[in-house]
């Protein structure tokens, strides 16, 4: 608490004591913090020079070369290898050097369309380590969706695999990219990690000479000792898409010298993290969770950190205790969707595991009930790990609240309190001004600058200062709202904006309705989320149609399957809701709020319906009763 109330209250030591013992800087910097959100000009570490790649490998060798830095598991059970530090350095050289040879330079931006794997780990680092900014696109998005953030991201140069693989099935990666950038000039190279070894063949189906390098004959003639680059502490490290609440997706750009502090210190401090500990966050290293906590954070702090390619119920259900298992797994990092999942097939198949290796069980990506935190604490963690709810998000680089174990007392379902250096607020949506006081519920925003926050929207700063500092001036506005309770504890209540949360995916349901627009069929469509027992939210998607559009279930599947292609399988509607008209204001907006209500299954509860231009539209919906199941 004493260092909580320092880093608020003499901030800028605090965080120059922490840049100088958590990272190696090849210049020391000038000033901790500058600028405010107001301005929409932060800077932290100004005048200092690093570089994230020699920060996360060459500055163990020293001491550490032979330990363990990545542990790989595979979709196959036990199928998988190890690189240690040695190793790891010599793979991010040989990666570094084959993309100077292919013409990458320093502030180029490069896209990642890699599973969960060593590969993509160190293309990340050799990009940062030749001063190329990442852009991970996430593997199970769809050609539509990698050729909009290639373009979007200005990115020339695209590194994939053959395929991946998950839950047994093959995903034909480089036959996407194939759709995604055939006939487009956007690539001059992809680059292609080919892991399956029957697979060479494939390299003639879909093939462009001019275009297209094997990374697996490039790379072992590739020196494996590259210089790195000295960074700017503010130079970008690497963009990465999330969905908002209108239009396209927002590249968020995270940059060196705060983005490292913050996965730094919040691996340290939220997951106890000791020498000689294995860290297992299970997340998919194609969304910020991955990039955070699989590879920055661990590997700035020397730990063994596992990537995991699988899903928690292949080829069992006993999936991740046998990984925990064999693996002597120290910290565990996974969703609260996971857990609800794995909580309906009872305990018996844990019992089957040795889990003492635990010491700290991380959960993230959105708000974990009571019911599910408490099965996780008592049968996975046996009654004497510290279960940490962790909650933050793309923008904010790293943990914003989180207890700390051993010095938090815990609550099933709050993440507790705000990390070092975290100022949060709840304001009233109407007044904007402050709620004090506990036992208060509104809108969380935070009050004053943090190292790791996006610093811009790629190529629309302008959109970066409306979607979340001009609404609330002098704030920055989560789009989250929250609750404090009566000892300060806070309480994630959910979106609230037009961003649902499935099985942890951000989806703006503003991108899924231009998906199911487009199609010939549909007139206009309207989305929302509604609760799910397991994944949190799914989507319920209201379809009004064309004239001689059939509504048969076959159109349906049509559209399920659009959307599918359009954003990526996480993306699929779970109800599609045909009606002849959408709820609407006499101005003509449609009524969401009515929508949500009616997906909830509560047409009681619709609240204030006067405004509605026709309100015989919501009666026939009611009428149907579509939510009932
Ligand atoms: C939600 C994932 C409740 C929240 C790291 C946030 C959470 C959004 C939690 C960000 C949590 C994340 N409790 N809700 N512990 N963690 N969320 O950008 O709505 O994929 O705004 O980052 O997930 O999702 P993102």
Not at 112 to 130: E, F, G, N, Q, V
Not at 462 to 477: E, I, L, P, Q, T
Not at 499 to 510: E, F, K, L
Request: aromatic share 10%; net charge negative; glycine share 10%.
């Amino acid at each position: 608490m004493q260092l909580y109330n320092r880093s608020i209250t003499d901030s800028d030591r605090f965080w120059s004591e922490q840049a100088k013992s958590l990272l190696h800087w090849s210049r020391p910097f000038e000033r901790v913090c500058q600028g405010n959100f107001a301005d929409g000009d932060v800077a932290w570490f100004t005048g200092g020079t690093l570089n994230a790649a020699y920060n996360c490998v060459d500055r163990h060798l020293p001491h550490r070369a032979h330990q363990t830095a990545l542990i790989y598991e595979g979709d196959e059970l036990g199928e998988g290898y190890s690189l240690t530090y040695h190793q790891l350095h010599a793979r991010v050289c040989r990666v570094a050097n084959a993309l100077l040879s292919m013409g990458v330079r320093r502030g180029d931006v490069v896209t990642l369309y890699m599973p969960t794997s060593p590969d993509l780990a160190c293309a990340m680092l050799a990009c940062a380590r030749i001063g190329a900014t990442h852009s991970v696109v996430f593997a199970g998005f769809s050609a539509g969706a990698l050729r909009d953030r290639l373009a979007a991201s200005g990115s020339r140069m695209l590194l994939t695999c053959d395929v991946g693989k998950r839950g047994g099935k093959t995903l034909e990666l480089k036959k996407i990219v194939d759709e995604a950038v055939g006939g487009t000039d956007l690539v001059h190279h992809v680059g292609v990690f080919r892991r399956d070894p029957d697979a060479a063949q494939q390299r003639s189906e879909g093939w462009e000479e001019s275009r297209d390098v094997d990374m697996n004959e490039l790379l072992p003639r590739m020196r494996p000792y590259c210089a790195y680059v000295s960074m700017e502490a503010e130079d970008p490290l690497f963009i990465l898409y999330t969905s908002g609440s209108t239009g396209k997706p927002k590249g968020l750009v995270h940059t060196t010298g705060g983005y490292l502090l913050q996965a730094a210190m919040t691996t340290k401090n939220t997951f106890d993290l000791k020498d000689g500990d294995v860290f297992g966050c299970v997340a998919d290293v194609g969304w910020i969770t991955g990039h955070t906590y699989c590879i920055y954070g661990p590997l700035l702090l020397g730990a063994t950190s596992v990537l995991f390619e699988s899903t928690p119920r292949y080829p069992h259900h006993g999936r991740y205790w046998d990984l925990i298992d064999r693996h002597r797994i120290t910290q565990f990092y996974t969703s609260p969707t996971a857990i609800r999942t794995l909580m309906k097939f009872g305990t018996d198949k844990i019992k089957e595991y040795k889990l003492d290796s635990l010491r700290v069980l991380g959960s993230v990506g959105e708000p974990i009930n009571p019911e599910a935190w408490t099965w996780y604490f008592k049968n996975v963690g046996h009654s004497r790990c510290t279960v940490v709810d962790t909650w933050w998000q793309t923008e904010t680089g790293g943990h914003m609240m989180a207890p700390m174990p051993g010095m938090t007392p815990l609550k099933p379902g709050s993440c507790t309190l705000p990390v070092y250096g975290v100022q949060p607020a709840l304001l009233d949506p109407l007044t904007g001004e402050e709620i004090e006081g506990d036992d208060v519920e509104g809108l969380l925003v935070v009050k004053r600058p943090w190292p790791g926050m996006a610093r811009t929207i790629h190529g629309d700063h302008h959109r970066y200062m409306d979607v979340y500092f001009n609404s609330y001036r002098g704030y920055y506005a989560t789009g989250d709202g929250a609750r404090r309770d009566e000892n300060g504890y806070y309480w994630i209540t959910g979106r609230v904006d037009d961003v649902v949360n499935v099985a942890g995916h951000r989806i703006g349901t503003a991108e899924v309705e231009s998906s199911l627009a487009s199609h010939d069929g549909v007139s206009e469509a309207a989305v929302v989320g509604f609760p799910d027992p397991s994944k949190g939210q799914g989507l319920c998607c209201y379809v009004t149609l064309n004239m001689g559009t059939p509504s048969t279930p076959e159109f349906i599947a049509e559209l399920k399957a659009q959307v599918r292609r359009d954003i990526g399988p996480f993306a699929t509607p779970d109800v599609i809701v045909i009606t002849p008209d959408l709820p609407k204001t006499r101005s003509g907006k449609i009524m969401r709020r009515i929508l949500r209500k009616l997906a909830e299954g509560e047409p009681s509860a619709l609240g204030d319906t006067s405004t509605l231009a026709d309100p015989s539209v919501v009666e026939r919906l009611v009428a149907t009763q579509f939510w009932v199941k």
